[in-house]
C-alpha cells in the first residue's frame, strides 16, 4: 500500500529593522499541485504590499530575481501584484516542498535581516 505525504505550512519571517514581514505559505496535498505563495505585509498590518507596479523599490528590486531563483529549488514562480504564487512539479514530494521553503525562508534571510532601517519610507 503506497503512503501519501502531505504538507500545509505558513512561515512567518518578521524584520521588524526593514518594518516588514514575509509570509510564506505552502501546501502538497493529494490530487492538487504543491505550490507555495509568498507575500510582504508592512510589520503589524495584514496587508499585502505590493511587489511590482509602484511598489516599495527594494521590494520591486528584490521579487524579480527571487521569483527566478526559486527555481533552483524546483518552484516555477510568477509575481502577482501582491505576492509571489509558485508551483511545483505535480509528483513533488511534501518533503521537497519543505525544503524548498527552508532554502526560501534562508535565501529572505540573508538579504532583508541586513536593514537597519525601514525599506517604507
Do not use: K
Not at 42 to 47: I, K, Y
Not at 67 to 91: K, Y
Request: some cysteine.
Amino acid at each position: 500500500m503506497a503512503s501519501t505525504q502531505q504538507l500545509t505550512l505558513a512561515i512567518a519571517l518578521p524584520y521588524p529593522q526593514a518594518g516588514v514581514e514575509f509570509r510564506l505559505t505552502g501546501a502538497c496535498q493529494e490530487g492538487t499541485i504543491p505550490h507555495l505563495d509568498i507575500t510582504v505585509v508592512a510589520q503589524g498590518s495584514d496587508l499585502a504590499l505590493a511587489l511590482q507596479d509602484n511598489a516599495v523599490p527594494v521590494l520591486e528590486d528584490f521579487a524579480p530575481g527571487f521569483a527566478r531563483w526559486l527555481r533552483t529549488c524546483q518552484v516555477t514562480a510568477e509575481i502577482l501584484p501582491n505576492r509571489i504564487h509558485g508551483t511545483m512539479p505535480t509528483d513533488a514530494t511534501a518533503t521537497q516542498l519543505l525544503e524548498a521553503m527552508s532554502r526560501a525562508s534562508d535565501m529572505i534571510d540573508q538579504r532583508f535581516a541586513l536593514y537597519t532601517e525601514s525599506i517604507l519610507e
